[in-house]
């Protein structure tokens, strides 16, 4: 009986032990669209994003601000004629054309660079992943708790994405 028991105690302690021979290269954290925005890949984009819509954004923005002062002017107390009030009425719809039409093309812009990422990503996941044996790998944002830092490897996969580019 008392055999059973030591059997027992051992097999609970080498149960309860087991956590504490992981080692901190097995688990470490990755903020994978941080390693993706940080790239260079990832700037010439949203460059390239902001050059092809610049002209509607600059409409946009001179649009809003004409908006904004009719607005003041009509809550100030002045009565607008009808003309002004069918002016304040297509400028609203052209504002939020523009508006639709901007987010349209970001998305498109995210996705197509999303698209010729992923692979690449995959990639320098893969590698950082060989070389530091890691079997446990968590975004930031599913972190809880922690004892102490986990290897944050962000850096170390944008480096990567930059040299495949």
């Known amino acids: 009986m008392r055999k059973l028991a030591a059997v027992l105690c ?3 302690m080498g149960i309860l032990a087991w956590p504490l021979h992981v080692q901190a290269a097995d688990v470490a954290m990755l903020d994978w669209q941080k390693a993706l925005l940080d790239t260079d890949a990832a700037q010439r984009s949203m460059n390239q994003f902001r050059n092809s819509t610049h002209a509607k954004q600059q409409e946009a923005e001179s649009l809003g601000q004409s908006l904004q002062a009719t607005q003041q002017r009509f809550q100030d107390g002045g009565q607008p004629s ?3 009030q069918q002016d304040f009425r297509a400028k609203r719809q052209r504002f939020e054309q523009l508006r639709r039409e901007i ?3 970001r998305q498109e812009a995210e996705q197509r660079f999303l698209t010729g990422a992923k692979p690449k990503l995959d990639q320098a996941v893969q590698r950082v992943i060989d070389r530091h044996d890691v079997q446990v790998l968590v ?4 972190v809880v708790h922690t004892e102490g830092d986990l290897p944050d490897l962000t850096g170390e996969v944008t480096e990567i994405l930059n040299s495949l580019n």
């Open 10 to 12: 051992l097999g609970l």
């Open 82 to 84: 009808q003309a002004e």
């Open 103 to 105: 987010l349209q093309a």
């Open 139 to 142: 975004a930031p944002q599913g």
